[in-house]
T-cell receptor, first 109, second 116 residues
């Protein structure tokens, strides 16, 4: 069975501080990992995916297969980063994403 | 393109009432999904469809039924609503099976349902 774990329900930081949102997964095959973001009263939208190796809005995430992790990082948090962040996994042969329980990021001024 | 749309946006039901949530997408996507979002539990898959006329159960299908009569529409039905079905419901769609570029799911704005 595949599973995504986001251990923190809430992460509160001050503006300008570094941010790391944790995501661990369990999957026996070769997974694809995603981060989705949901701003207040908006729909979920894709933030980034590990295969693209891109940086979006200053966020990056590296897939660590040894630690089965896909943590989301940003060196300097901004107030507009405040949102709900979901890590999601796509397993080979599966037909839908499996989501973690989400972490709410609060960036204080 | 409107993307993925959902109707209604809000609804309040009494226990035992029935209702249908409508999801529509104009991107010609093959796959469509219904999730529910609850505090502390993230998004959980209710049902999904890999094409017109086909549906399959997800993680939490009990109490729900779905239909995909047209490719662009995916309906979620509650036959006899219960307070445990109070939630925010999200519809999503995906282009098709295939390479990694096909795996992004596009979400609707959500339907907030309260069952009293």
């Amino acid at each position: 069975a595949q599973r995504v774990t986001q251990p923190e329900k809430l992460l509160s930081v001050f503006k300008g501080a570094p941010v790391e949102l944790k995501c661990n997964y369990s999957y026996s095959g070769s997974p694809e990992l995603f981060w989705y973001v949901q701003y207040s009263r908006q729909r979920l939208q894709l933030l980034l995916r590990h295969i693209s190796r891109e940086s979006i809005k200053g966020f990056t995430a590296d897939l660590n297969k040894g630690e089965t992790s896909f943590h989301l990082k940003k060196p300097f948090a901004q107030e507009e980063d405040s949102a709900m962040y979901y890590c999601a996994l796509w397993g080979t042969g599966r037909r839908a994403l499996t989501f973690g329980s989400g972490t709410r990021l609060q960036v204080q001024p | 393109n409107a993307g993925v749309t959902q109707t209604p946006k809000f609804r309040v039901l009494k226990t035992g009432q029935s209702m249908t949530l409508l999801c529509a997408q104009d991107m010609n996507h093959e796959y469509m999904y219904w999730y529910r979002q609850d505090p502390g539990m993230g998004l959980r898959l209710i049902h999904y469809s890999v094409g017109e006329g086909t549906t399959a159960k997800g993680e939490v299908p009990d109490g729900y039924n779905v239909s995909r009569l047209k490719k662009q529409n995916f309906l979620l039905g509650l036959e006899s609503a219960a307070p445990s079905q109070t939630s925010v419901y999200f519809c999503a769609s995906r282009r098709s099976a295939g390479g990694p570029e096909h795996n992004e799911q596009f979400f609707g704005p959500g339907t907030r349902l309260t069952v009293l």
